[in-house]
């Protein structure tokens, strides 16, 4: 079990879109729709942005999307705010009652 | 409102084993069908899916951790608990406690997460 690749650090201006990808195998991510993505402020606990590939909790701006093609997952932000700058982790089900994380991506607001 | 909230020692020594509860409040962690897991984060480091049980007790655990997980419930006290053997400086990390959202789906993400606490491995 690997971790899932992500970019180290992305970054994007207010008012911008940025997306963060999410790559992994067709034994998680391709085979499985159960995707999420975990946003994390500097010494805060992680809170869930996106679950079940594309889905939003409830309390979740529309501004943030999740989609999938074949074994990558994409976190998309749109209209970047400041409040943005976080570190954003993917996850994924990985099969046989497994789960994995990727290694995280910096997002900083320019 | 869920809350979770974990307590255990902060300091363990080296080849000892690690022991921490989260105590849940808000819900019952025996009458629905949710996943409760452990996931940890090395200081300056990303997250790791330590292992989750089912609602039922039965447990998942991840392979890289191989024998040293043990993840239990007591209905009674409405907690959960993780243990951790073997421990070395490796697994220094804060440890949180979490919960899937929307139940019954393992890795369909944590949706409920505990404060996360520290712990310190000595030699």
């Known amino acids: 079990q690997s971790a899932l690749t992500q970019p180290r650090s992305v970054s994007g201006s207010p008012g911008q879109s940025v997306t963060i990808s999410c790559s992994g195998t067709?034994?998680?991510?391709?085979?499985?729709?159960?995707v999420s993505w975990h946003q994390q402020h500097p010494d805060k606990v992680p809170k869930l942005m996106i679950y079940d590939v594309s889905k939003r909790p409830s309390g979740v701006p529309d501004r943030f999307s999740g989609s999938k093609s074949g074994n990558t997952a994409s976190l998309t932000i749109s209209g970047l705010q400041a409040e943005d700058e976080a570190d954003y982790y993917c996850c994924s089900y990985a099969g046989s009652y497994t789960v994995v994380f990727g290694g995280g991506t910096r997002l900083t607001v320019l | 409102q869920l809350q979770l909230q974990e307590s255990g020692p902060g300091l363990v020594k080296s080849s000892e084993t690690l022991s921490l509860t989260c105590s849940v409040s808000?819900?019952?962690?025996?009458?629905?069908?949710?996943?409760w897991g452990w996931i940890r984060q090395p200081p300056g480091k990303g997250l790791e899916w330590i292992g989750s049980?089912?609602?039922?007790?039965?447990?998942y655990n991840n392979p890289s951790l191989k024998s040293r997980v043990t993840i239990s419930l007591d209905t009674s006290k409405n907690h959960f608990s993780l243990k951790l053997s073997s421990v070395t400086a490796a697994d220094t990390a804060v440890y949180y406690c979490a919960r899937d959202l929307t139940g019954g789906i393992l890795g369909g993400g944590f949706g409920y997460w505990g404060q996360g606490t520290l712990v310190t491995v000595s030699s």
């Open positions: 808000g819900g019952s962690i025996s009458r629905s069908s949710h996943y």
């Open positions: 067709s034994s998680d991510i391709g085979g499985y729709n159960y």
């Open positions: 049980i089912y609602y039922t007790g039965s447990t």
